[in-house]
């Protein structure tokens, strides 16, 4: 079984922010919490994408290893 980030959100005056606590640079905030959970998921997305996008250019002479990383249920 594959382990799922954790969303934190929290209410503020404005309406809620949130961040993922495992990954540093995804965090939102919106008007209703349902939207917050959108907009995270979105933001977790393009993190992930823009590091992959980072190591691919970093790593173009070679040597690297890249594999899947799957962690256990926690």
């Known amino acids: 079984m594959e382990r799922a ?18 990954l540093p640079g995804a965090n939102t905030q919106a008007a209703t919490l349902e939207q917050a959970r959108a907009y995270l998921r979105e933001a977790a997305q393009l993190v992930l994408e823009a590091r992959r996008e980072q190591t691919e250019r970093e ?6 290893i890249r594999e899947p990383l799957i962690l256990p249920a926690a």
Not at 9 to 21: A, D, H, M, T
């Open 5 to 22: 980030l954790t969303a934190i959100f929290k209410r503020v005056p404005e309406g809620y922010i949130g961040f993922v606590e495992e």
């Open 59 to 64: 790593a173009v002479d070679g040597g690297f």
